[in-house]
């Protein structure tokens, strides 16, 4: 494949492992930068992983996902989220990095159109390159005011070689929620222009404001023009395990059967069967992990209201904040550069999630309030120098 | 990307799937399609398992492998195998279908020519269409009279436009061995044209023959020309887990980094560290399964040499047997849908392992002797009919 240059390396994993380079020299590290979550995976879980390990050979499977679990992830779709999707409409995955990357190998073609709204994760640009090297990237920053979507710029830009939007909402590293009202207008655009919606919403269970969370898929009646990528990573704390999931229109089955065969046989039978088992567990942990979230949230605020030149927007669901330092006149890659190198801190710079983000850092508050603490503080004394 | 009609849905799988389809409707089957070991994964590494999911998060880890055992696999490589192997030229995936996979993606581009000698695994031609669609494939065949490699054939073909050779010994699905001196002169054309050489060799501990296994990695000091796939599918009965490996030139590095990182993230942590801990477990179960599958390949000689007009060649390693049909007049997916039809005995028709090869079927036995022999007394009744 022809590698373009927008397939770089991962900025968030880079400065992860530089955080991880510190540590081994002995020297001070606190962690802002991966978004891991801090609850432990619940123990229905790792229950019935045992069991299954101790009782199944857990062999090749089904290369789109064992039925059972296919259905239970359906039925969670239509109940919870109103998309109107059945088990044959579900894939599950390696991850929901892998169940984005397949929609996009199975929808574009050369010349195709994609626009993607920035800041985005920072995969999906690099996922569109391996994809498809020849597709055309089309980037739309939201407001740097407010992370609202500028609808109307859309609009002047979607056109008839529109192959796909991308959209990710509770969204990474922003932590804005899109509103019914966005929603619909994308979707109408959509229908109008006649292109595909692949929605992104691995952050759904971790909102902590009063926002609720829509699914763009719930405003068809069958699934067939919104593919829904989702998993455990964030829900569960499942992050290294490798569990996601696409639900995505009959039209696609085919293809998507072929790449899921020829990449992968099957996602790990083994934690399929576990989850399937353990599908209906106890899931008030994420109550009390979004009041945590909520509290550091609040704390990072009450921070950065004060730390000028720096603006934050408060984050509404995940666990990032996206930090504006506009005014300090420095690269984002400078900025957490010499915030690790002087401070042991280790955040990620605003420009892996998008050219135009070079005057934004992101902290992730998925860490201990002790830890959180102690960098916020190291931030404001970091940041102070510069006023 | 542009679905080229190579990318055909595995007929392995579309057969193991007829043959589910079957035994859900409550009708006989006798599978003898799928290539899995019928003996069951070491105890120690089920343990190791359990113990990790009761004392670790097994989260995010490094994109290209825990650093421990990326150790302990080239130390494997370096003193097994003879390859030059350090723990940076590992790379660890989820199967070694993906580590296949992300080397063609590391290294084809458009109008770069790679030979495939067919017979060949299903998802070879399959994978390299998805990594580069524009990839311009050289299919040689090797000999039907006793599956050797036209040493000559391949001169006259290769030329600098070639940019990779596969090669997977022992072979699925003909269970053939190279011989040194056909590795020797193929690592020479190698040299002499300047190609790559992706060395598939995931059945190496199915040998039921004193044949020696060589890997083509170990004709160079340095990993530079030859890369090598591997996995523990095959050797330690863990298929449906997803877990393999590739070895790779340091050239490549960077590629493989953004590939992983962007599709993978990292491949299940929760298996690797368990493969860590336990990775020098008994292997002593080899030796008898080994003798199982002589047993079984000398049942499967017997049965053939009196079936006239098939024809089998003895297979060496793997558990595979591929039977000529060219006799019978009858193409391999006629004759295999009949056989399932009739009889309930699952087999893949030749035509699954490449186009000049219809002229024959695959049974596999991995599976019980009862099974084997009840399904081998089917196939004989079948073809008995048409002689």
Known sequence: ?????????????????????????????????LGEPDFKVP???????????????AGYSSPMGISSLREKIAFKLLSENNIPATANNILITPGAKQAFLLALMALLEPEDEIIVLNPSYVSFIPQICIAEPRAKITIIDVRKSD???????????????????ILNSPNNPAGYIFSKEELNKLFDL??????????DEIYEKLIFTHDPHLSVGSL????ERVLTVNGFSKSHAMTGWRIGYLCFPQSLYQKLLKLQQHINTNTC??????????????????????????????????????????????????????????????????????LIEETGVATTPGVAFGSNWDDHFR???ATSDENLDKGLKLIRKFVSKFK
């Open 1 to 33: 494949m022809i590698f373009r240059q927008e397939i770089e390396e991962s900025l968030t994993l880079k400065f992860a492992h530089l955080a991880a380079e510190r540590r081994k020299k002995g020297l001070p590290i606190i962690s802002l930068g």
């Open 43 to 57: 123990e229905e879980i790792i229950e019935a992983t045992v069991q299954i390990l101790q009782t199944s050979s």
């Open 147 to 165: 992370f609202s979507v500028p609808i109307d710029h859309i609009s002047n830009l979607v056109s008839s070689a529109t192959k796909i939007l």
């Open 363 to 365: 902290i992730s508050f």
């Open 269 to 338: 039978t083994l934690i399929q069967l576990a989850l399937d088992q353990a599908f209906y567990h106890d899931q008030s942990y994420l109550t009390v992990y979004n009041n945590k979230l909520a509290s550091r949230a609040a704390h990072l605020t009450l921070t950065f209201k004060d730390l000028h030149p720096t603006r934050l927007i408060l984050p509404k669901a995940g666990f990032f904040a996206f930090v504006n330092i506009s005014h300090l006149n420095m690269d984002s890659n400078t900025f957490c550069g010499k």
């Open 220 to 223: 068809e009646s069958t699934v």
């Open 190 to 199: 959509a229908i109008k222009y006649d292109f595909y919606i692949i929605s």
